[in-house]
């Protein structure tokens, strides 16, 4: 049974575009995250969702809203996609927020043409 | 805000050595130091971590080590395999408590 699901897997698309990916975790955890991977393998996050309200919101252009509709849940959504925003994004969750075991997903690798 | 280093970036050894990555942090504070494991294009995985009120934990060929007073913590595998290639990641919790920082990642390669 997977823990923490990430769609699309893959994401090909035009500079300009308007691109969302959907997270999903069935382990009953409060807090949610959202992660970018660049291809020197650095791991950073973006943000944090503790019981749907925004924790963390790193230094992140404004073009990427995320958005927590339930605990379980927590999309990204990227507008005017940029050549720079090509990347692998990561959803992760935890039980709460900060010093507990991060679950991740997946992984979305997109790619911006 | 929180900083953490972490060394080497690359690190190459024969199965049955062992391997060390140290990584140092900035915030006296940070309390909790995990380390995840990333294979090559799967997802990081946790495969151990320490809290600041003991300075050493083990786990089969696993083992971590945190000297709060230098702030540095270490990850130690000893009879490594070619399985342990990967990416592994130190990381320690920000100032807020609230999130992760991540090292920029030691990439492993045992070879046989």
């Known amino acids: 049974d997977t823990a923490v699901s990430q769609t699309p897997k893959y994401l090909v698309t035009q500079m300009g575009n308007d691109k969302s990916i959907k997270c999903e975790q069935n382990?009953?955890?409060?807090?949610m995250y959202w992660y970018k991977q660049d291809s020197k393998k650095f791991l950073k996050i973006m943000f944090s969702?503790?019981?749907?309200?925004?924790?963390i919101n790193e230094t992140v252009p404004n073009r990427f809203s995320p958005k927590s509709p339930d605990k379980a849940h927590l999309n990204l959504h990227i507008n005017s996609l940029e050549l720079g925003d090509s990347a692998v994004y990561f959803c992760?969750?935890?039980?709460?927020?900060?010093?507990?075991?991060?679950?991740f997903g997946p992984g979305t690798r997109l790619t911006v043409l | 805000g929180e900083n953490v280093e972490q060394h080497p970036s690359t690190l190459s050894v024969q199965e049955g050595d062992s391997a060390v990555i140290k990584c140092t942090y900035s915030d006296s504070a940070s309390n909790y130091f995990p380390w995840y494991k990333q294979e090559l294009g799967k997802r990081p995985q946790l495969i151990i971590d320490i809290r600041s009120n003991v300075g050493e934990k083990k786990d089969q060929r696993i083992a971590v080590t945190l000297n709060k007073t230098a702030k540095h913590f270490s990850l130690h595998i000893t009879e490594t395999q070619p399985e342990d290639s990967a990416v592994y990641f130190c990381?320690?919790?920000?100032?807020?408590?609230?999130?992760?920082?991540f090292g920029k990642g030691t990439t492993l390669s045992v070879s046989s």
């Open positions: 969702y503790n019981n749907k309200e925004l924790i």
């Open positions: 990381a320690a919790i920000n100032q807020a408590g609230t999130a992760l920082i």
């Open positions: 992760a969750s935890s039980q709460g927020p900060g010093a507990d075991e991060q679950f």
């Open positions: 382990l009953g955890h409060d807090t």
